[in-house]
T-cell receptor, first 112, second 113 residues
């Protein structure tokens, strides 16, 4: 039972344009969501997060949007840069749970 | 600042052999985790620990054992390796705070022939 889903295995975006990565979840108990970025031969690194009490969180070029009614979150990268080419994982947890549930990842390729 | 360090980085085993993967963190984190990453499967939790001397099963614990004798170290053991355990293994740690952000090591690529 995949509780966190990333339905797009890959995405290609022109440099300078907006990249939008999507994530859906099924467990309504999830109240905290994170995005991780992973380069080849490296471990995932934390990128940005959002609590369920918010619907938007910004950090520089990265913005995460949360739509609780649709159980959907998205990561926007504006403008996209070649260094953004990586695999992006979304993850979710609920209060009091020390574990994260990860999606399957989306490979983002930024075309120069 | 090393963060989370995993050893070894690469290993090839024959079916039935045993090995131990070592994870060390220098951030004084209470929580530590072992994941495996397989194509199309994302990161799946094998075992985790919420403090020194504690361990708990994750989503895919079969065929693995763990120990957390010291706060900074979390060991993952394979007693009798199988080809299905060919994977990339990641260790992570977190402080268990409100955000509980996990910090990952660089991974161990394991092949079981």
């Amino acid at each position: 039972d995949q509780q966190v889903k990333q339905n797009s295995p890959s995405l290609s975006v022109q440099e300078g344009r907006i990249s939008i990565l999507n994530c859906d979840y099924t467990n309504s108990m999830f109240d905290y969501f994170l995005w991780y970025k992973k380069y080849p031969a490296e471990g995932p690194t934390f990128l940005i997060s959002i609590s369920s009490i918010k619907d938007k969180n910004e950090d520089g070029r990265f913005t995460v949007f949360l739509n609780k009614s649709a159980k959907h979150l998205s990561l926007h990268i504006v403008p996209s840069q070649p260094g953004d080419s990586a695999v992006y994982f979304c993850a979710a947890r609920y209060f009091g749970n020390e574990k994260l549930t990860f999606g399957t990842g989306t490979r983002l390729t930024i075309i120069p | 600042n090393a963060g989370v360090t995993q050893t070894p980085k690469f290993r090839v085993l024959k079916t039935g052999q045993s090995m131990t993967l070592l994870c060390a963190q220098d951030m004084n984190h209470e929580y530590m985790y072992w994941y495996r990453q397989d194509p199309g499967m994302g990161l799946r939790l094998i075992h985790y620990s919420v403090g020194e001397g504690t361990t708990a099963k994750g989503e895919v614990p079969d065929g693995y054992n763990v120990s957390r004798l010291k706060k900074q170290n979390f060991l993952l053991g394979l007693e009798s390796a199988a080809p299905s355990q060919t994977s990339v293994y990641f260790c992570a740690s977190s402080d268990g705070g409100a955000k509980n952000i996990q910090y990952f090591g660089a991974g161990t690529r394991l092949s079981v022939l």
